[in-house]
C-alpha cells in the first residue's frame, strides 16, 4: 500500500459487516442498531520514533512510541467512534490513532 499514516496514526479495515438481522417476530434491525465490538486488520502504521501529542486538561502530554504497538497484519480492537473513514487506493478503511487501539485479537 502506498499510503503511509503519520503522526502516531495506523490505516485499519474493518472486518466484513454481516447485514441485517430478523428477530423471532420477524422485526428487521439494521446492521446500524446493532452493538459489537469493532475489529478488524491494520494495514499500515506510522514509523517508529513518532510523538504522539495528547491534550490531557488543558496540557499537553507528549507520548513517545519507540516502536508502533501494533504491526501490519494485526487484528485489532478499537473503540465504536474512533477513526476517520476514507477511501484509499479503492479500499474503504479508516485512520485511527494509535491510542484509540484497546487491544490486540
Known sequence: ???????????????????????AGGLILPESTLEKPVTGTILAVAAPEEEIRKSVSGDNTIITFATPPVKVGDRVLIGKYSGITADVEGQHVEIINLTDILGVL
Open 1 to 23: 500500500m502506498k499510503f503511509v499514516p503519520m503522526n502516531g496514526k495506523a490505516l485499519f479495515k474493518r472486518d466484513g459487516l454481516e447485514g441485517d438481522k430478523v428477530t
